[in-house]
């Protein structure tokens, strides 16, 4: 299994951002994959938003309506468009695999598999 995140930087508040994430090694239609954050001295954070009104414990309140994942099939990449930057929204961003349905379930599960992860950095 491999994930491969890009698409990080800096950007002023305000601004946009789409991270891809490359994924190779497994069946892209049953793994599920999301994002995740970590910026320094937090939790790790799930922000694997599928709606703009996702309500699933894998779509943080903070990013909910401002950040949506996308997937292109034929290319095995899946994206995270983020919109509405805030200076909080500054951390490492990484994509992550399971073979688990876990989107299906009400509450948080460990993904078996990570990418390095992507820094994006907002300025205010």
């Known amino acids: 299994v491999q994930l491969v995140e890009s698409g990080g930087g800096l950007v002023q508040a305000g601004g946009s951002l789409r991270l891809s994430c490359a994924a190779s090694?497994?069946?892209?239609?049953?793994?599920?994959i999301g994002w995740f954050r970590q910026a320094p001295g937090k939790e790790r954070e799930a922000v694997s938003c599928?709606?703009?009104?996702?309500?699933?414990?894998y779509c943080a309140v903070s990013v909910k309506g401002r950040f949506t994942m996308s997937s292109d099939r034929a290319k095995n990449t899946v994206y995270l468009q983020m919109n509405s930057l805030r200076a909080e929204d500054t951390a490492i961003y990484y994509c992550?695999?399971?073979?688990?349905?876990?989107?299906?379930?009400?509450?948080?599960?460990?993904?078996?598999?990570w990418g390095q992860g992507t820094q994006v950095t907002v300025s205010s």
């Open positions: 599928q709606t703009p009104s996702d309500e699933s414990p």
């Open positions: 090694g497994f069946s892209f239609e049953t793994y599920t």
């Open positions: 992550a695999a399971d073979p688990l349905p876990l989107f299906l379930s009400s509450q948080l599960h460990e993904f078996d598999y």
